[in-house]
């Protein structure tokens, strides 16, 4: 049987592949030239870039199927496109475009990680079996309008909200490093044109907490929707496949962060460290475990 064309969502990922690069170029530009009119580019092009990635889903689905989060190509540009928006929505709140220099800068980097990867791992194939559970409601729902296949199930619920705490992640580890260059300058008393574009110190570290507060109910809901999906699909709530265990190893870890800053007072250079070792887990969790730790997530 021939595999449905891709032909639409990858010409959508062409574009958001060179927008994501204009914008990430754009942000640094504004750090580095503190133009008005380049700030103000940049955000428009981030929206543009929010834009073109949310087409990629959409057209995935059209040509799939199916809810565009089953395997790894699909969930990266999901992770990007939750974290684009996530962005904006922090630009818009806090007014601080040099945060875009690292965060967007990221974004990038997971689409050209996207981009790297093989034509099998984008091409559609048929979902595993484990992988096509829906909510009964939602197919009885929209059976009348003929679009049954397109109804959710644990799965796609367990992957959006795990996405949007990464994103609120990734954030925070940009800030982390903000942080930690700003603080290094601030100790030896040391003016950089570039370093004092930054917001102080301590506002950065208020940010990332709040990115890591906002983010970390998320992770905590996509961890127990996957183990409801797990035990529908294998049977078991808990098996400790290699991505289930580095997810409770990553979920851990940031609740000893919260809890250290709320218990301990951790602020500052010890928090910035634990967030970057959260994210670091993260890219384990995604990337190590899909390639080096086979298991039950193999597919994704």
């Known amino acids: ?27 640094i530009a504004h750090w580095v030239f503190k133009k008005k009119w380049i700030g103000q580019a940049s955000t428009a092009l981030a929206c543009v870039s929010l834009f073109s990635t949310s087409m990629i889903l959409v057209f995935r689905a059209a040509e799939s199927g199916h809810a565009p989060f089953s395997n790894l190509y699909e969930s990266m540009v999901l992770f990007i496109w939750a974290l684009t928006l996530a962005y904006l929505i922090m630009e818009y709140k ?3 475009r040099v945060m875009g220099a690292f965060v967007m800068s990221i974004a990038f980097i997971s689409i050209l ?21 829906k909510w009964d409601f939602m197919v009885s729902a929209l059976t009348p309008l003929g679009l049954e296949k397109y109804a959710l199930g644990w799965l796609d619920f367990h992957v959006f909200t795990t996405f949007i705490g990464y ?5 925070a580890f940009g800030l982390s490093i903000m942080y930690l ?58 098996s400790w496949d290699p991505k289930e265990t580095w997810s409770l190893i990553t979920w851990l870890i940031y609740a000893a962060y919260l809890h250290a800053r709320v218990t301990r007072g951790w602020r500052g250079t ?3 460290w634990l967030s970057i070792l959260g994210f670091l887990a993260i890219i384990f969790l995604y990337w190590g475990v899909s390639f080096i730790l086979p298991g039950l997530h193999a597919y994704a």
């Open 270 to 272: 010890k928090s910035a």
């Open 113 to 133: 990680s996207a981009w790297l990867l093989p034509f099998r791992f984008k091409s559609i194939e048929q979902l595993n079996p484990a992988l096509q559970n």
């Open 181 to 238: 260059i700003k603080v290094r300058f601030e100790e030896r008393g040391r003016s950089n044109v570039l370093i004092d574009r930054f917001p102080e110190a301590k506002i950065l570290d208020e940010i990332c907490y709040q990115a890591i507060a906002w983010g970390f109910p998320f992770l905590g809901i996509g961890i127990v929707s996957g183990a409801v999906w797990a035990n529908e699909a294998w049977g078991t709530w808990w």
């Open 167 to 171: 994103a609120a992640f990734a954030i």
């Open 1 to 27: 049987m021939d595999q449905p064309k891709v032909v639409l969502s990858l010409m959508f990922f062409t574009m958001a592949f060179g927008f994501h690069l204009a914008t990430a170029l754009f942000y």
């Open 94 to 96: 806090y007014k601080l």
